[in-house]
């Protein structure tokens, strides 16, 4: 499973073009790479594709006025703005291209665009004239130098029956862009780390236990970082009261040769090992089955995990 863009919080604001569809294919994407998206339309977006669609493809609300409220007195368009790590804009029409040139903010799209300090990139759509106007390239060349990515169309025959630059790019395309640009940090990209976490237990009967006082945190912390830079993340965890980081792969044991053996199981299939669990060195040599008298105790021989 490609989980290239996990955890990141995608804002996708669809403006009025017949490629809006292309918008939806999107979002199903980036939410299948593991990132959260909320959708933003213009009300001639909602022309061509349906608020409804989009809400059910991202699972979040879509916003598509600036003034309506649902309950909460929040600022939508700020809230949006500081919730998001990257605002794409699909298709980007040559009217919202103009606007967010001359900083007009005069829908929900706009002005969340304006507030927002995150990545921002515009994948825009047209046809042939209106992108070589020359309007429209000023406009573009003025986002450019503001640091907003322009991801450049693609030729081909466009929605009015011309044929020439203008199309919005093939949705694998688009999402490949979208990938090169948040991913530049993604360092562990494509590698498997497997790492261990927290204490084990070594059973004494089924009611007593040795265990130590490891947290586990330092470990979930690592794997969360791992899985956050691209690293396709298993967890063995012994038991914590902690909740397994999204997107990593977590496996539970309790004793320490129950760690052993899913370490061994998984020994090969991983590129990086952080083994950070405070295994014990030493196990109870019997474990009975019934609950021992407590004088029985002291009496309990103890073994090495591993003898040498
Ligand atoms: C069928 C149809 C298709 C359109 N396709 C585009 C397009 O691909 N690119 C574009 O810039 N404008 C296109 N327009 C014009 C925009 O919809 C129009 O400029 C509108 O005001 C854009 O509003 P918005 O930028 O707020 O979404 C199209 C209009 C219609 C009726």
């Known amino acids: 499973m490609n989980r290239s863009l996990f955890g990141k919080k995608i804002i996708v604001g669809i403006s009025g073009a017949v490629a809006a569809f292309k918008a939806v294919s999107v979002v199903s994407e980036l939410v299948k790479r593991g990132a959260v998206v909320k959708t ?39 809230s949006l703005s500081k919730w998001a790590d990257a605002f794409l804009i699909i298709p980007a029409t040559a009217n ?45 060349q003025t986002i450019i130098s503001r640091k ?37 940090h993604l360092d562990l990209n494509g590698k498997k780390l497997l790492i261990t976490a927290g204490p084990t237990q070594e ?20 794997a969360e970082a791992a899985a956050k830079r691209g690293a396709n993340v298993t967890l063995i965890s012994g038991k914590t009261s902690l909740k397994a980081p999204s997107g990593v792969n977590a496996i539970f044991v309790e004793s320490a040769s129950q760690m052993h053996k899913a370490v061994l199981d998984l020994a090969q299939s991983n590129d990086i090992y952080i083994l950070s669990a405070a295994v014990a ?28």
């Open 203 to 222: 059973a004494i009967d089924p009611f007593r236990f040795l265990t130590n006082r490891s947290s586990g945190r330092m470990g979930y912390a690592v």
């Open 281 to 308: 060195d030493y196990a109870p040599k019997v474990k009975y089955s019934n609950k021992i008298k407590k004088n029985r105790i002291g009496r309990c021989y103890f073994r090495p995990h591993i003898e040498a």
């Open 40 to 78: 933003i339309m213009t009300q001639s977006a909602t022309k061509f594709v349906t608020p409804l669609t989009s809400e059910t493809i991202s699972k979040n609300e879509c916003f598509a006025s600036i003034l309506k409220r649902k309950g909460s007195f929040d600022v939508g368009h700020i």
């Open 148 to 184: 907003i990515h322009v991801v450049e169309p693609a030729e081909g025959r466009l929605a009015c029956g011309d044929v020439g630059r203008g199309r919005l790019p093939d949705v694998d395309i688009i999402l490949k862009s979208i990938e090169n640009i948040l991913n530049r």
């Open 96 to 140: 919202i291209i103009a606007k967010i040139a001359s900083g007009i903010a005069d829908d929900m799209l706009t002005s969340a665009f304006l507030a927002c300090k995150c990545t921002k990139i515009v994948f825009s759509s047209m046809n042939t004239g209106m992108l070589e106007n020359e309007a429209t390239q000023s406009n573009l």
